[in-house]
């Protein structure tokens, strides 16, 4: 029986689709998540969700990744551009990860250009609105059943 592919979202994503639709657009996180459980169950998968404020909140569900989850897609927030505690919490999971930005971080501030989960992800999209979640989760099925 295949492990869950826990699905973390960083800081500020629980305004999704409240505010900013004109970068973010207009799906709510619960309507990410909605659409992601369908989807995970047409694929024969199952998801579990999370979203922290909090760095520290992300690290623990990351270690509680290790023994309970087959993936990690995560979008960082804020955090992709600054932490080194993600990623290397990331580093000790031994499974596939991929990394997913609503909006393009190329054609947005310098600041957003780096992200130190890259270094650690099998793949990164960015710019596919929420879809790119959906597109993650397709190529998770691939990677875990590999
Ligand atoms: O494009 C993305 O998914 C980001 O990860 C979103 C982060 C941003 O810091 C990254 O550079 C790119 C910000 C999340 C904030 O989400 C909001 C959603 C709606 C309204 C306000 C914030």
């Known amino acids: 029986m295949l492990k869950p592919v826990f699905v973390l979202n960083g800081p500020n994503l629980n305004l999704l689709g409240l505010r900013q639709p ?16 369908t989807l995970a169950e047409e694929l024969g998968l199952t998801v579990r969700f999370h979203q922290s404020n909090h760095e520290g909140a992300l690290v623990d569900w990351i270690h509680q990744a290790r ?29 596939p990860v991929l990394e997913v930005h609503i909006s ?17 992800a099998e793949g990164v999209i960015s710019g596919f609105g929420t879809e790119g979640y959906y597109l993650a989760l397709r190529r998770m099925k691939t990677l875990v059943s590999k």
Not at 104 to 120: G, K, W
């Open 67 to 95: 023994n309970e989850a087959s993936g990690i897609i995560i979008n960082p927030a804020a955090y992709a551009h600054t932490s080194v505690a993600i990623l290397d919490a990331l580093n000790a999971f031994e499974g």
């Open 104 to 120: 393009n971080i190329y054609c947005r501030e310098t600041f957003r250009h780096n992200s130190y989960v890259s270094m650690r």
């Open 22 to 37: 004109e970068i973010y657009g207009r799906e709510t996180l619960d309507d990410v998540i909605d659409a992601c459980s």
